[in-house]
């Protein structure tokens, strides 16, 4: 695993990530007072967006890696006074006081044990207050998976099916669970922006685990080994509640 990100590249290729968050916030009911945790907060791109619906309210942005961490303190800094940075980790019980709401995007695909990062998101969730993600789901990235074999290097993705995720939100204690799977195929400008889109995106840990002077070939070498300039991306999409007086 890669001992951090690249966050101001991954800040300024991330634009399908910004993309779908923003959809993925329309689904969360909010009055603009509340306290909501960005779990997964990457550069704070998506914070940003979840501030202005916020007028009144606050945010803990909260991410595993330093680098993000300091990135998004960067951009939010305009909002100092309504945010809360939090490095942790979503396996681990969270150092978060409760949140009305809780929104993660393109995060959960990256920690392996879902049945903890539910449980734990849940923990800090009131009462009643909502949960809204979305992350990889069946089928993510498989033509990316493929050429990684194809090279010898195993991924380390979580890529859970709808009927797995489910069941898992509802032993945390979520209700009203709605769950589905949907294609966000992606195309990208080839040659060296889509290579470093796949270095900073979608392979850092594959290449936190190779010698430095390795890295660009084996970016080039799965670029090669793809269809073209386009990441065959399928979101899994979740929407529930915790269970009103839990």
Known sequence: MTADWDAPVYDRVSDPQLRWGAVVLDRLDLAGDERVLDAGCGTGRVTELLLRRLPGGTVVALDVSPAMIEEAGRRLAPYRDR?????ADLGRP??????DAVVSTATLHWVPDHDAAFRHLAAVLRPGGQLVAQFGGAGNVASVVEAMGQLGVAHDWNFPTVE???????????????????????????????????AT????????????AERPAFVRAVAR??????????????????????
């Open 201 to 212: 995106v979608i392979l850092p840990r594959a290449l936190g685990g190779l010698p430095a």
């Open 83 to 87: 945010v809360e940075l939090v490095v």
């Open 164 to 198: 797995a995720t489910a069941g898992r939100l509802a032993a945390a204690g979520l209700v009203d669970v709605e769950a589905w799977l949907h294609p966000e195929p992606t195309r990208l400008e080839p040659g060296e922006p889509f290579e470093t889109f796949l």
């Open 94 to 99: 969270l150092p978060v006081a409760p949140v």
């Open 225 to 246: 080994r793809l269809p073209g300039p386009e990441i065959d991306y399928v979101r899994l999409n979740v929407v529930a509640r915790r269970r009103p007086g839990s």
